[in-house]
Protein backbone atom coordinates (compact mmCIF):
# COMPACT_ATOMS: atom_id res chain seq x y z
CA UNK A 1 0.00 0.00 0.00
CA UNK A 2 1.17 3.30 -0.86
CA UNK A 3 0.10 6.15 1.45
CA UNK A 4 -1.15 9.63 -0.15
CA UNK A 5 1.80 11.66 0.64
CA UNK A 6 3.96 8.98 -1.03
CA UNK A 7 1.97 9.49 -3.77
CA UNK A 8 2.48 13.12 -4.01
CA UNK A 9 4.26 15.89 -1.59
CA UNK A 10 7.30 13.50 -1.24
CA UNK A 11 8.84 13.66 -4.90
CA UNK A 12 7.47 17.38 -5.07
CA UNK A 13 9.74 18.55 -1.53
CA UNK A 14 13.06 16.95 -3.12
CA UNK A 15 12.73 17.47 -6.48
CA UNK A 16 14.79 20.61 -7.23
CA UNK A 17 17.43 19.58 -4.71
CA UNK A 18 18.11 16.35 -6.52
CA UNK A 19 18.33 18.08 -10.29
CA UNK A 20 20.46 20.93 -8.91
CA UNK A 21 22.54 19.36 -5.97
CA UNK A 22 23.11 16.12 -8.26
CA UNK A 23 23.84 17.11 -11.72
CA UNK A 24 24.87 14.40 -14.22
CA UNK A 25 24.73 11.75 -11.48
CA UNK A 26 22.13 9.56 -12.95
CA UNK A 27 24.91 8.94 -15.57
CA UNK A 28 27.65 8.12 -13.76
CA UNK A 29 25.44 5.70 -11.82
CA UNK A 30 23.85 4.03 -14.67
CA UNK A 31 27.25 3.19 -15.88
CA UNK A 32 28.59 1.84 -12.71
CA UNK A 33 25.75 -0.09 -11.56
CA UNK A 34 24.06 -2.48 -14.58
CA UNK A 35 22.55 -5.49 -12.95
CA UNK A 36 23.91 -4.18 -9.72
CA UNK A 37 20.14 -4.78 -7.98
CA UNK A 38 20.26 -8.56 -10.10
CA UNK A 39 18.03 -7.15 -12.36
CA UNK A 40 14.50 -7.33 -10.13
CA UNK A 41 11.31 -6.02 -11.07
CA UNK A 42 9.44 -4.99 -8.95
CA UNK A 43 7.51 -1.46 -7.28
CA UNK A 44 9.00 -0.76 -3.37
CA UNK A 45 7.44 2.25 -1.68
CA UNK A 46 9.70 4.13 1.24
CA UNK A 47 9.21 6.90 2.90
CA UNK A 48 11.14 9.03 5.62
CA UNK A 49 13.98 11.56 6.02
CA UNK A 50 14.52 14.62 3.73
CA UNK A 51 17.52 14.60 4.72
CA UNK A 52 18.51 11.53 2.41
CA UNK A 53 15.77 12.43 -0.03
CA UNK A 54 18.35 13.50 -2.62
CA UNK A 55 20.45 10.50 -2.38
CA UNK A 56 17.29 8.04 -2.64
CA UNK A 57 15.90 10.20 -5.58
CA UNK A 58 18.86 9.93 -7.64
CA UNK A 59 19.41 6.46 -7.09
CA UNK A 60 15.71 5.42 -7.83
CA UNK A 61 15.77 7.21 -11.20
CA UNK A 62 19.04 5.29 -11.53
CA UNK A 63 17.45 2.09 -10.71
CA UNK A 64 14.24 2.73 -12.58
CA UNK A 65 15.89 1.88 -16.14
CA UNK A 66 16.67 -1.62 -14.87
CA UNK A 67 13.39 -2.39 -13.79
CA UNK A 68 12.97 -1.45 -9.80
CA UNK A 69 11.20 1.55 -9.36
CA UNK A 70 11.88 2.90 -5.66
CA UNK A 71 8.76 5.36 -4.50
CA UNK A 72 10.21 7.83 -1.97
CA UNK A 73 8.18 10.59 -0.12
CA UNK A 74 10.36 12.66 1.53
CA UNK A 75 8.19 13.27 5.14
CA UNK A 76 9.97 13.69 7.41
CA UNK A 77 12.11 10.78 9.79
CA UNK A 78 9.40 10.40 12.74
CA UNK A 79 6.55 9.79 9.82
CA UNK A 80 9.10 7.50 7.94
CA UNK A 81 9.69 5.23 10.96
CA UNK A 82 5.44 5.41 11.39
CA UNK A 83 4.64 4.22 8.00
CA UNK A 84 7.35 1.34 8.86
CA UNK A 85 5.20 0.66 12.24
CA UNK A 86 1.85 0.19 9.88
CA UNK A 87 3.45 -1.15 7.28
CA UNK A 88 2.15 1.01 4.50
CA UNK A 89 5.94 1.72 3.90
CA UNK A 90 8.65 -1.18 2.99
CA UNK A 91 11.40 0.93 4.01
CA UNK A 92 11.93 4.14 6.00
CA UNK A 93 14.42 6.89 5.90
CA UNK A 94 15.44 7.71 9.12
CA UNK A 95 18.42 9.72 10.23
CA UNK A 96 18.55 8.65 13.74
CA UNK A 97 19.43 5.01 15.47
CA UNK A 98 16.24 3.58 16.42
CA UNK A 99 15.16 3.75 19.86
CA UNK A 100 13.66 0.85 21.88
CA UNK A 101 10.73 2.51 22.04
CA UNK A 102 10.42 2.93 18.06
CA UNK A 103 11.29 -0.78 17.65
CA UNK A 104 8.74 -2.20 19.95
CA UNK A 105 5.58 -0.82 17.69
CA UNK A 106 7.33 -2.24 14.99
CA UNK A 107 5.22 -5.48 13.43
CA UNK A 108 8.32 -7.39 14.04
CA UNK A 109 11.90 -7.38 13.92
CA UNK A 110 13.90 -4.86 12.34
CA UNK A 111 17.16 -4.25 10.54
CA UNK A 112 18.86 -0.71 10.42
CA UNK A 113 21.40 -0.03 7.82
CA UNK A 114 23.77 2.98 7.89
CA UNK A 115 23.98 4.42 4.32
CA UNK A 116 25.80 7.72 3.91
CA UNK A 117 26.66 10.70 5.76
CA UNK A 118 25.56 14.23 5.68
CA UNK A 119 26.72 17.51 6.89
CA UNK A 120 23.91 19.45 8.65
CA UNK A 121 25.17 23.30 7.80
CA UNK A 122 23.93 26.43 10.02
CA UNK A 123 23.07 28.11 6.36
CA UNK A 124 22.81 31.81 7.04
CA UNK A 125 20.75 34.62 5.04
CA UNK A 126 22.90 37.75 5.58
CA UNK A 127 24.58 40.21 2.69
CA UNK A 128 28.02 40.74 2.52
CA UNK A 129 29.12 38.23 4.35
CA UNK A 130 30.14 35.16 2.66
CA UNK A 131 30.43 31.25 4.05
CA UNK A 132 33.15 30.68 6.81
CA UNK A 133 31.54 33.45 9.80
CA UNK A 134 32.84 31.43 12.56
CA UNK A 135 30.50 29.86 15.51
CA UNK A 136 31.26 27.78 18.40
CA UNK A 137 28.73 25.37 20.06
CA UNK A 138 27.75 27.57 22.94
CA UNK A 139 27.35 30.61 20.68
CA UNK A 140 24.71 28.53 18.24
CA UNK A 141 22.96 27.05 20.85
CA UNK A 142 22.48 30.65 22.43
CA UNK A 143 21.10 31.51 19.10
CA UNK A 144 18.68 28.62 19.63
CA UNK A 145 17.60 29.55 22.95
CA UNK A 146 16.77 33.65 21.47
CA UNK A 147 19.67 34.77 23.88
CA UNK A 148 21.42 35.81 20.99
CA UNK A 149 19.23 38.05 18.96
CA UNK A 150 21.58 40.30 16.40
CA UNK A 151 24.20 39.19 14.46
CA UNK A 152 26.51 41.71 15.75
CA UNK A 153 26.51 40.74 19.43
CA UNK A 154 29.58 40.81 21.40
CA UNK A 155 29.82 36.55 21.16
CA UNK A 156 29.59 36.25 17.47
CA UNK A 157 31.79 39.40 17.32
CA UNK A 158 34.47 37.81 19.45
CA UNK A 159 34.94 34.82 17.42
CA UNK A 160 35.08 37.25 13.92
CA UNK A 161 37.32 39.74 14.63
CA UNK A 162 37.75 42.21 12.13
CA UNK A 163 34.46 41.09 10.20
CA UNK A 164 32.16 43.89 9.82
CA UNK A 165 29.28 42.27 11.36
CA UNK A 166 25.65 44.13 10.92
CA UNK A 167 22.88 44.79 13.49
CA UNK A 168 20.35 42.82 11.65
CA UNK A 169 17.92 41.08 14.15
CA UNK A 170 18.37 36.79 14.02
CA UNK A 171 15.50 35.17 12.85
CA UNK A 172 15.87 31.43 13.53
CA UNK A 173 14.53 29.01 11.54
CA UNK A 174 14.11 25.17 12.87
CA UNK A 175 11.44 21.60 11.74
CA UNK A 176 8.22 21.92 12.22
CA UNK A 177 7.86 18.31 11.70
CA UNK A 178 9.21 14.95 13.50
CA UNK A 179 12.72 15.03 11.60
CA UNK A 180 16.11 13.06 12.21
CA UNK A 181 17.42 16.19 11.43
CA UNK A 182 16.70 17.85 13.93
CA UNK A 183 17.73 14.87 15.94
CA UNK A 184 21.33 15.29 15.00
CA UNK A 185 21.45 18.69 15.36
CA UNK A 186 20.01 18.80 18.96
CA UNK A 187 22.13 15.98 20.11
CA UNK A 188 24.80 18.13 18.56
CA UNK A 189 23.61 21.31 20.78
CA UNK A 190 23.06 19.29 23.61
CA UNK A 191 26.51 18.13 24.07
CA UNK A 192 28.12 21.59 23.48
CA UNK A 193 25.51 23.36 25.71
CA UNK A 194 24.46 21.88 29.14
CA UNK A 195 21.87 25.23 29.12
CA UNK A 196 20.30 23.41 26.01
CA UNK A 197 20.84 19.80 27.18
CA UNK A 198 18.30 20.55 31.02
CA UNK A 199 15.92 23.06 29.20
CA UNK A 200 15.45 21.38 25.16
CA UNK A 201 17.02 18.26 25.10
CA UNK A 202 17.23 16.68 22.15
CA UNK A 203 15.15 14.33 20.09
CA UNK A 204 13.10 14.23 16.35
CA UNK A 205 10.21 17.20 17.52
CA UNK A 206 11.43 19.56 20.87
CA UNK A 207 9.85 22.71 22.30
CA UNK A 208 11.52 25.56 20.36
CA UNK A 209 12.49 28.26 22.64
CA UNK A 210 12.39 30.60 19.69
CA UNK A 211 12.01 30.26 15.90
CA UNK A 212 10.16 30.22 12.88
CA UNK A 213 9.26 26.43 11.85
CA UNK A 214 9.08 24.75 8.39
CA UNK A 215 8.47 21.19 7.04
CA UNK A 216 11.33 19.50 5.64
CA UNK A 217 15.09 20.59 5.18
CA UNK A 218 13.17 22.19 2.26
CA UNK A 219 11.19 23.86 4.39
CA UNK A 220 13.69 25.40 6.79
CA UNK A 221 16.01 25.96 3.69
CA UNK A 222 12.46 28.66 1.83
CA UNK A 223 12.93 30.42 5.46
CA UNK A 224 16.56 31.16 5.25
CA UNK A 225 16.48 31.77 1.60
CA UNK A 226 13.17 34.60 1.86
CA UNK A 227 14.58 35.85 5.14
CA UNK A 228 17.12 38.56 5.61
CA UNK A 229 19.16 37.35 8.59
CA UNK A 230 17.69 34.78 9.16
CA UNK A 231 19.82 31.08 10.31
CA UNK A 232 18.35 27.29 9.60
CA UNK A 233 19.93 23.88 10.42
CA UNK A 234 19.79 22.39 6.53
CA UNK A 235 21.26 19.30 4.89
CA UNK A 236 23.90 20.30 2.64
CA UNK A 237 22.61 19.20 -0.61
CA UNK A 238 19.80 21.61 0.12
CA UNK A 239 22.21 24.57 0.87
CA UNK A 240 24.31 23.84 -2.31
CA UNK A 241 20.75 23.69 -4.43
CA UNK A 242 19.98 27.49 -2.47
CA UNK A 243 23.36 28.73 -3.01
CA UNK A 244 23.75 29.28 0.91
CA UNK A 245 26.43 30.91 2.76
CA UNK A 246 27.03 28.90 5.86
CA UNK A 247 29.31 29.07 9.08
CA UNK A 248 32.56 26.89 10.18
CA UNK A 249 31.89 25.27 13.27
CA UNK A 250 34.51 24.68 16.07
CA UNK A 251 34.73 20.77 16.69
CA UNK A 252 36.05 19.08 19.66
CA UNK A 253 39.61 19.87 19.18
CA UNK A 254 39.23 23.53 18.55
CA UNK A 255 39.32 24.11 14.96
CA UNK A 256 36.45 25.96 13.01
CA UNK A 257 35.68 23.08 10.01
CA UNK A 258 33.55 24.22 7.19
CA UNK A 259 30.99 21.04 5.94
CA UNK A 260 33.16 19.54 3.26
CA UNK A 261 33.08 15.97 1.76
CA UNK A 262 36.10 15.32 3.29
CA UNK A 263 35.21 16.51 6.69
CA UNK A 264 32.02 14.71 7.23
CA UNK A 265 34.00 11.82 5.99
CA UNK A 266 35.87 12.07 9.07
CA UNK A 267 33.40 12.39 11.04
CA UNK A 268 33.00 8.63 10.20
CA UNK A 269 36.33 7.59 10.57
CA UNK A 270 36.85 5.15 13.34
CA UNK A 271 33.21 5.27 14.82
CA UNK A 272 32.02 2.74 17.17
CA UNK A 273 29.56 0.59 15.84
CA UNK A 274 27.02 -1.40 17.95
CA UNK A 275 25.95 -4.72 16.88
CA UNK A 276 22.92 -3.70 15.47
CA UNK A 277 24.63 -1.22 13.57
CA UNK A 278 22.84 2.19 15.65
CA UNK A 279 25.95 4.68 14.47
CA UNK A 280 26.16 8.40 15.76
CA UNK A 281 28.94 10.95 14.05
CA UNK A 282 27.28 14.08 16.05
CA UNK A 283 30.16 15.70 17.33
CA UNK A 284 33.17 13.83 16.06
CA UNK A 285 36.20 14.57 18.26
CA UNK A 286 38.76 13.82 15.15
CA UNK A 287 40.74 16.91 14.42
CA UNK A 288 39.49 16.72 11.30
CA UNK A 289 35.62 16.20 11.47
CA UNK A 290 33.08 18.60 11.02
CA UNK A 291 31.23 18.45 14.22
CA UNK A 292 27.82 18.59 13.14
CA UNK A 293 27.46 15.20 10.63
CA UNK A 294 25.08 12.82 10.60
CA UNK A 295 24.50 9.74 9.78
CA UNK A 296 21.23 8.34 7.75
CA UNK A 297 20.00 4.96 7.88
CA UNK A 298 17.92 2.61 5.56
CA UNK A 299 15.37 0.86 7.76
CA UNK A 300 13.82 -2.54 7.02
CA UNK A 301 11.82 -5.54 8.30
CA UNK A 302 14.31 -8.58 8.49
CA UNK A 303 11.09 -10.63 7.61
CA UNK A 304 9.08 -8.36 4.81
CA UNK A 305 6.54 -10.35 3.89
CA UNK A 306 5.55 -12.07 7.04
CA UNK A 307 6.03 -8.59 9.06
CA UNK A 308 5.35 -5.90 6.62
CA UNK A 309 2.47 -7.83 4.90
CA UNK A 310 5.07 -7.86 1.56
CA UNK A 311 4.97 -10.21 -1.52
CA UNK A 312 8.13 -12.38 -2.56
CA UNK A 313 8.50 -9.93 -5.24
CA UNK A 314 8.53 -7.00 -3.45
CA UNK A 315 10.66 -8.36 -0.71
CA UNK A 316 13.38 -9.31 -3.74
CA UNK A 317 12.82 -5.70 -4.14
CA UNK A 318 13.98 -3.94 -1.10
CA UNK A 319 16.82 -6.90 -1.25
CA UNK A 320 17.94 -5.80 -4.82
CA UNK A 321 17.64 -2.03 -3.55
CA UNK A 322 19.71 -2.27 -0.57
CA UNK A 323 21.82 -4.79 -2.66
CA UNK A 324 22.85 -1.52 -4.79
CA UNK A 325 22.92 1.15 -1.73
CA UNK A 326 25.40 -0.42 -0.28
CA UNK A 327 27.62 -1.74 -3.35
CA UNK A 328 27.27 0.58 -6.52
CA UNK A 329 25.09 3.27 -5.18
CA UNK A 330 28.14 4.33 -2.83
CA UNK A 331 30.46 5.12 -5.87
CA UNK A 332 28.01 8.10 -6.94
CA UNK A 333 28.05 9.43 -3.32
CA UNK A 334 31.22 12.13 -3.21
CA UNK A 335 32.08 15.78 -4.62
CA UNK A 336 32.16 17.13 -7.42
CA UNK A 337 29.47 18.07 -10.17
CA UNK A 338 29.05 14.18 -11.03
CA UNK A 339 28.66 12.80 -8.08
CA UNK A 340 25.66 13.73 -4.73
CA UNK A 341 27.36 14.78 -1.43
CA UNK A 342 27.50 12.63 0.46
CA UNK A 343 29.78 11.32 2.44
CA UNK A 344 30.21 7.27 1.07
CA UNK A 345 30.76 4.46 4.11
CA UNK A 346 33.73 3.32 4.59
CA UNK A 347 34.72 -0.02 3.13
CA UNK A 348 34.13 -1.81 6.80
CA UNK A 349 31.05 -0.61 7.26
CA UNK A 350 29.50 -1.27 3.78
CA UNK A 351 30.70 -4.81 4.77
CA UNK A 352 28.53 -5.22 7.92
CA UNK A 353 25.71 -3.94 6.07
CA UNK A 354 25.56 -6.78 3.02
CA UNK A 355 26.70 -9.14 6.39
CA UNK A 356 23.36 -8.35 7.77
CA UNK A 357 21.41 -7.79 5.06
CA UNK A 358 21.63 -11.73 3.98
CA UNK A 359 19.75 -12.07 6.89
CA UNK A 360 16.38 -10.82 5.16
CA UNK A 361 14.41 -13.74 4.39
CA UNK A 362 10.50 -13.89 3.17
CA UNK A 363 8.48 -16.10 4.95
CA UNK A 364 11.14 -17.65 6.86
CA UNK A 365 13.05 -18.46 3.42
CA UNK A 366 15.99 -16.78 2.07
CA UNK A 367 15.51 -14.12 -0.44
CA UNK A 368 17.43 -14.94 -3.36
CA UNK A 369 18.29 -12.56 -6.44
CA UNK A 370 18.52 -13.86 -9.71
CA UNK A 371 21.47 -13.41 -11.48
Not at 192 to 202: D, E, L, Q
Not at 227 to 241: D, F, K, R, S, W
Not at 337 to 358: E, F, R
Request: proline letters at 5%; a positive charge; one cysteine or more.
Amino acid sequence: MITSHMAGAGVAIVASVVIAACGSSSKKSSSTSTASTNNVSATINGAGSTFAAPIYQQWGSTLKSQGLTVNYAAVGSGTGVADLQTATANFAGDDGALKSSEKSKMKGPVLQFPVAFGSITLSYNLSGIKSGMKLDGPTIANIYLGKVKTWNDPAIKALNPGMNLPSTAITVAHRSDSSGTTQGFTTYLSDVSPTWSSTVGKGKIVKWPVGTGGKGNSGVAAIVKQTPGAIGYVEQAYAIENNFTYAAVKNKAGTYIQPTIAATSAAANGVAVPADLGISTINSPNASAYPIASQTFLDVYKDPCKSGGASTTVAKGVKGFLTYAFGAGQSTLGQGGSQIPYAPLPGSLAAKDNTQLATMTCNGAAITLSK
